[in-house]
């Protein structure tokens, strides 16, 4: 919002308005704000045709409700995520397997050569 202003402020601006403007400029200053309004209004509406107009067709075809940053939820990513029915990395995994029994039998082979789950974790002296 432009102004943070409830309702009871914005009640003592409008009789404070009123009590300065006086009831023989108010119709005038009525009028004027009326006018404005229109004013901007027709500037918007026309800035709105030429953005349309410039972008074309392609302007049609976008959705706006997915860039809506409000959409966002941080909670609902994650979980859409996890809930995926995707492609796995390893192939289809079979309904009851954990996921020790999805680790390729080369890196199974490689942790037994570095003396096993218990053991000291490989080193590789090119590595550092």
Known sequence: MLFDINGGEFLIIVVLALVLIGP???PQYAAQL????????SFAADAKDKVSDELGPE????????????????RRIVRDALLDDGPLLGGARPAGATAVAAVPAAAA??????GGPGGPAPF?????
């Open 34 to 41: 009326a006018r404005l309004v229109k004013r901007v209004k």
């Open 59 to 74: 302007l049609a075809d976008v959705d706006w409700t997915k860039l809506d940053p409000r959409q966002y939820d941080p």
């Open 124 to 128: 590789d002296p090119e590595a550092t």
């Open 24 to 26: 023989e400029r108010l």
């Open 109 to 114: 082979a490689a942790g037994s050569a570095a």
